[in-house]
């Protein structure tokens, strides 16, 4: 058992801190903006809340967040009353945050100033995998830091890996974001071929489902695509943060991604139609939205 503390109790941090109290058993002290809904965790899980981020580190062996952006980073760190200030040298600060790698390794060289560790771990499997303690996280930062942390890491996941150093996680995370927003939109332009054609869909799902076109999305988000139901995970305003940081990555080390410009640009048309808090499997609302208009 290790003291912790986790800053950030939205949608993935809440169950994620839970599992830090519940599946590994540690003394877990939370912080959060909204006081109240610390208070509900603490209620729920035991364990006590703070003020701020620099109480809630106080002392603890491991210190995680889960934030929006990099400015929320660098605010609830190396701001006034951020963590780094009162985190013990030794202790680690874990960031579950999607973020650039840019902001990991400037906090990572912070946090090594002050005698502490860094790991940038983003994670995937959205509010479900959070939820069910079974997200994938992929770790960039110090071998050793890793070792350490990973016990703890492990209490709300499957899989977890370090990619290499400081940064590695946020760049594997883009990877991974770079991947669904095209099988996304592969998936919306299927589903909505399907219906233009009259086939039935759950019929075609299921025989192409057992074959090369297989995907997690295609599994989970077929039925709902359908039915135009969009309150199922991870929200479009959230995506285009994401893929933004990996336009933007990808301008500075130089790689080509036409299709993720193009989704990119797709989710904006989804934010238009009011969609911003729909989840991302939306990106078939603006095909069906053309053919209304038609």
């Known amino acids: 058992m290790a003291k912790a503390a986790f800053i950030g109790l939205g949608v993935m941090g809440y169950p994620m801190a839970g599992y830090l109290a519940s599946k590994g058993g540690h003394d877990v002290t939370v912080y959060n903006r909204t006081a109240a809904k610390a208070e509900k965790w603490v209620a729920e899980h035991g364990g006590r809340h703070a003020p701020t981020p620099e109480e809630a580190a106080r002392d603890c062996d491991f210190v995680f967040a889960c934030v929006g952006n990099d400015d929320d980073l660098r605010a609830i760190t190396t701001g006034d009353g951020g963590a780094f200030h009162g985190m013990k040298p030794g202790a680690i600060f874990i960031d579950n945050t999607t973020a650039s790698a840019e902001v990991a390794r400037e906090l990572h060289a912070a946090a090594a100033e002050r005698g502490c560790g860094f790991l940038d771990a ?42 290499g150093p400081s940064g590695a996680g946020q760049l594997t995370k883009m990877v991974n974001q770079i991947c669904i927003a095209g099988l996304v939109q592969g998936l919306s332009e299927a589903v909505h071929f399907a219906k233009s054609a009259d086939l039935d869909v759950a019929k075609v799902i299921d025989v192409i489902s057992k074959g090369a076109a297989q995907s997690w999305q295609m599994e989970n988000r077929w039925e709902t695509m359908r039915d135009g139901k969009f309150d199922f995970g991870f929200a479009v305003d959230w995506m285009r943060k994401d893929l933004g940081i990996c336009l933007k990555t990808a301008n500075e080390t130089g790689a080509r991604l036409p299709v993720t410009a193009l989704v990119d640009q797709f989710y904006a048309e989804v934010q238009g139609m009011g969609g911003r808090r729909w989840d991302t499997s939306s990106l078939i609302a603006r095909l069906e939205n053309a053919d209304s208009k038609g």
């Open 122 to 163: 983003p994670v995937s499997g959205g509010q479900a995998g959070a939820e069910n303690g079974a997200l994938t996280v992929m770790v960039g930062g110090d071998e050793a830091h890793y070792e350490a942390a990973r016990p703890a890491i492990e209490c709300f996941s499957k899989m977890v890996g370090l990619m």
